[in-house]
């Protein structure tokens, strides 16, 4: 199945995500802030983030943005986990998807689905 990466500062959070994902056949690399995110991207170039948006040092949203203006690293599938509903507008700024904590395990493994689906070179075909 796919790399996935999980940044969240909540390691409970962390935890439930990465075993929902790899229950469903994931390969899951988790990191408690962005700092430990970038290091994970440049080791192994993932095919799908999970990215709380209130983290320290960096917000979510900052570190998609530093992400995305990096050309080594390429466009990679981003979902944002926030409890604020504000956050909506800002992810489809960035040309991500977004869901509201709590999140049901359904509803990710969903959009996980969807969103490897949609960025798979054979879709469509």
Do not use: W
Not at 4 to 12: A, G, P
Not at 20 to 33: K, T
Not at 77 to 92: C, K, M, Q, V
């Amino acid at each position: 199945m796919a790399r996935i990466l999980i940044v969240d500062d909540d390691e409970n959070m962390r935890q439930l995500l990465a075993m929902h994902l790899a229950s469903a056949g994931h390969g899951v690399q988790v990191a408690e802030d962005a700092m430990v995110a970038c290091h994970l991207l440049l080791a192994a170039h993932p095919e799908l983030m999970i990215v709380d948006v209130n983290m320290p040092y960096m917000t979510g949203f900052e570190f998609v943005s530093a992400v995305k203006s990096d050309p080594s690293i390429g466009p990679i599938p981003t979902i944002f986990l926030t409890s604020e509903e504000s956050g909506y507008d800002r992810a489809r700024e960035l040309g991500a998807y977004f869901l509201a904590k709590p999140v049901s395990s359904n509803r990710l493994l969903a959009m996980v689905n969807q969103i490897l689906a949609e960025a798979s070179p054979n879709a469509g075909a």
